[in-house]
């Protein structure tokens, strides 16, 4: 399978050269700072790297805004770095595994933007959700991989995968519990595992013996013709209880699962399941789908990470002593950069990682992205715009600036209706994926795409009352019926709270290490302990200036660095000892958003009777539905009624505002100033494409060579 992606690279390099423009004026993002302290990874006997939910961040984070620089390193970058982690394993004596955990695609331009073709189009094969990301991800050499619930929304997708990934990876692609439809040669429509139900093999250093299987969550969301099994049923199948029981000796089991680590019964029962046969056999579990760092024992025998996502985090899971009672555990969450991998990869320095592999799915990864025009820019973002770092309301909050700036000059001018007709306008923050971030705005930014749709001629009196409503009820309510399974939806809502308690247990920490009161310190008016009173109010004041972090008492600045560490992940699990391979500071986090917003007519209706047109994403179509038939007894509203609201949908959300608002007089000057502020933040220059030609951050460089490069057989 590595396989058509030669004729994409050979075919599209060429248009390279058209779209450098922003590649050398604009940069591919940076180096995080150097004086970030790095904690060592800890080799054992057996050891796994980590990567799941990756939502087609293959080229990586290239926006100079904190904390992105710690997740610049591309798809090339990793290849590079598990070359590298391979040598030092096999000079070390010791094994190591790649394995992911699924969720490739819908999220970045990469996976998603590919150019709409008709069947008669020699390129139609291609035109699938994830179909050429996948083959550039299939340039990286993985021993375990399981899919995601990502891979099953779409039919054609599945059967993408069915057809073009999974043969690629053989007995390496296991889906225990998944099932796609498909006719056979005499027609019959049949059931059968998209991938392998399960694998056995042989460590090449250790000659472990291990036994391993791919799991998905109870995911009942999927197209016609995919089935999956409850986890819990399926470790009482006789297949599996076969399984368990045909090998005479097995060292270790590796499951690679798209579950996350904190409340989900699919874990207990394959781990319970195992644990009736092989009571003290070690069990390694990746997991996923929640989008966190997060680890847990569920023995001492097993442990299970789920590592982060959109490429921003590199897992690392360590057993030693497999054979011993017990062995011993490590773990690390390696912020997904050049700097980090070469520390880790014992290279030396960032210049000195990429490999020429590496340096060939760089080159196919930018020719692909010139071919489909993800470069296209649509404006310069002149300042962040954060989805939680700041409450509702404030000038920096996205939220803010999609309810009084882009609903009212992108949406509500999409349809004529509106010059003569009130107009609500409706918006789940769901639909939000990512933090609009200073610098360029292009296509590859894009969002996910959601159509806007209306009903026609509400009164006023309940059209009002629609975003309280909704708010009321709850995006996990309104939105996917079972979605407060954390498994089954609202993995949004499940992030945003992992990133609260770190940010709040991070300060909690710093103000008790800070107060010298005693254990139980006096009461304040409200019956509050001081210590809880004087973190709500530094959170406030952080959350409505971040910048005032640096200059709070309650830091212990080292003098040797003169400065705090940058902002990053700062994770709390369940696992013993400190899992983030890198020191930071925990980015801000504001609790006040809304589920939902709404761009409210203006001026305001005067008459409660007064017809409006209420607009909104499709998504919410039945909710909204419901709470007007409750709120207007005069009509019962149906889902039959709600029309297309002009061409606009949230893809087109940003570039349509750009064009307007994101043009400065000089491109030039506002992108040295970020640049500059960049700089005085600690992050290292912008790299200079043709000084360092084995830079993991020359793509022109790069794309140059493709055409001459020999992938097979080469590192």
């Given amino acids: 399978?590595?396989?058509?992606?030669?004729?994409?690279?050979?075919?599209?390099?060429?248009?390279?050269?058209?779209?450098?423009?922003?590649?050398?004026?604009?940069?591919?993002?940076?180096?995080?700072?150097?004086?970030?302290?790095?904690r060592a990874l800890?080799?054992?006997?057996?050891?796994?790297?980590?990567?799941?939910?990756?939502?087609?961040?293959?080229?990586?984070?290239?926006?100079?805004?904190?904390?992105?620089p710690n997740y610049s390193g591309d798809w090339g970058d990793w290849i590079s770095f598990a070359h590298h982690m391979r040598r030092q394993a096999r000079k070390r004596g010791v094994d190591l595994l790649l394995?992911?955990?699924?969720?490739?695609?819908?999220?970045?331009?990469?996976?998603?933007?590919?150019?709409?073709?008709?069947?008669?189009?020699?390129?139609?094969?291609?035109?699938?959700?994830?179909?050429v990301s996948n083959e550039i991800f299939a340039m990286a050499d993985y021993d375990l991989l399981t899919i995601g619930n990502h891979e099953l929304y779409n039919f054609s997708v599945a059967q993408d995968v069915y057809e073009n990934f999974a043969p690629h990876w053989g007995d390496r692609y296991l889906t225990s519990n998944v099932n796609i439809t498909l006719p056979d040669d005499d027609g019959t429509l049949r059931?059968?595992?998209?991938?392998?139900?399960y694998t056995r093999f042989r460590t090449p250093m250790q000659r472990l013996q291990i036994q391993a299987y791919g799991v998905l969550f109870h995911f009942q969301l999927g197209a016609a013709g995919i089935t999956v099994q409850d986890p819990v049923e399926m470790v009482r199948e006789p297949w599996f209880q076969a399984s368990l029981r045909e090998p005479s000796h097995v060292d270790a089991f590796v499951i690679a699962g798209h579950m996350p680590v904190t409340g989900h019964d699919g874990w207990d029962a394959v781990h319970a399941a195992i644990r009736e046969v092989w009571p003290t056999t070690p069990i390694l579990m990746l997991a996923g789908h929640t989008h966190v760092r997060d680890c847990r024992m569920m023995d001492e025998y097993s442990m299970v990470l789920e590592s982060g996502r959109y490429m921003e985090?590199?897992?690392?899971?360590?057993?030693?002593?497999?054979?011993?009672?017990?062995?011993?555990?490590?773990?690390?969450?390696?912020d997904a950069n050049p700097r980090n991998y070469a520390v880790h990869a014992q290279v030396g320095h960032a210049g000195r990682l990429s490999t020429q592999r590496g340096r060939f799915a760089r080159a196919a990864m930018d020719a692909v992205a010139a071919a489909w025009n993800l470069t296209q820019l649509y404006g310069l973002v002149p300042r962040d715009y954060f989805l939680d770092r700041v409450p509702y309301g404030d000038k920096e909050a996205l939220l803010t600036l999609l309810g009084e700036q882009v609903l009212p000059m992108v949406v509500r001018p999409a349809n004529p209706r509106h010059k003569h007709t009130p107009t609500l306008v409706l918006i789940n923050s769901g639909s939000q994926r990512f933090d609009v971030l200073a610098g360029p705005f292009t296509k590859n930014d894009h969002p996910f795409r959601d159509d806007f749709l209306f009903i026609k001629n509400v009164p006023w009196r309940a059209a009002k009352q629609l975003v309280g409503g909704l708010n009321q009820r709850g995006a996990e309510h309104n939105e996917q019926p079972g979605a407060m399974h954390p498994a089954q939806g609202a993995v949004d809502s499940i992030f945003h709270r992992y990133i609260g308690r770190q940010f709040t247990t991070y300060w909690t920490r710093i103000l008790g290490a800070a107060s010298e009161t005693s254990t139980s310190p006096p009461p304040v008016a409200s019956g509050r302990p001081e210590a809880a009173r004087r973190l709500e109010d530094m959170l406030s004041e952080i959350a409505a200036h971040p910048e005032l972090a640096d200059t709070l008492p309650y830091l212990q600045h080292d003098p040797a660095r003169g400065r705090v560490p940058s902002l990053g992940y700062v994770t709390v699990d369940s696992c013993p000892g400190i899992g983030d391979d890198t020191?930071?500071?925990?980015?801000?986090?504001?609790?006040?958003?809304?589920?939902?917003?709404?761009?409210?007519?203006?001026?305001?209706?005067?008459?409660?009777?007064?017809?409006?047109?209420?607009?909104?994403?499709?998504?919410?179509?039945?909710p909204v539905v419901h709470l007007l038939s409750m709120w207007d007894p005069s009509r019962t509203y149906t889902v039959d009624e709600a029309q297309r609201w002009g061409d606009v949908s949230t893809q087109w959300l940003y570039p349509d505002y750009a064009d307007v608002a994101w043009h400065p007089a000089s491109w030039d000057e506002a992108w040295?100033?970020?640049?500059?502020?960049?700089?005085?933040?600690?992050?290292?220059?912008?790299?200079?494409?043709?000084?360092?030609?084995?830079?993991?951050?020359?793509?022109?460089?790069?794309?140059?060579h493709a055409a001459s490069l020999v992938f097979q057989g080469t590192p």
């Fill in 42 to 68: 800890e080799w054992g006997q057996l050891q796994v790297l980590h990567t799941t939910d990756i939502h087609g961040w293959y080229q990586g984070h290239q926006k100079l805004s904190p904390p992105e």
């Fill in 313 to 334: 985090t590199i897992g690392w899971m360590s057993v030693s002593n497999v054979s011993a009672t017990p062995p011993t555990w490590s773990r690390r969450y390696i």
């Fill in 583 to 622: 020191e930071h500071t925990p980015v801000p986090y504001s609790a006040a958003q809304p589920d939902y917003i709404a761009s409210e007519p203006a001026p305001l209706p005067s008459d409660e009777e007064t017809l409006v047109d209420v607009v909104f994403v499709d998504f919410i179509l039945k």
């Fill in 1 to 38: 399978m590595v396989w058509r992606v030669w004729t994409v690279v050979l075919a599209c390099v060429v248009h390279v050269y058209a779209s450098v423009w922003d590649a050398e004026a604009f940069g591919r993002g940076r180096l995080p700072r150097d004086d970030d302290r790095i």
């Fill in 672 to 704: 040295a100033a970020m640049d500059e502020a960049a700089t005085r933040d600690g992050y290292p220059p912008l790299a200079q494409f043709d000084a360092y030609e084995g830079d993991p951050y020359a793509p022109v460089v790069a794309a140059r």
């Fill in 99 to 131: 394995v992911d955990t699924g969720d490739l695609h819908d999220g970045n331009g990469l996976s998603d933007a590919f150019p709409a073709s008709s069947p008669s189009d020699p390129a139609f094969k291609y035109a699938v959700n994830g179909h």
């Fill in 191 to 197: 059931s059968r595992p998209i991938g392998q139900r």
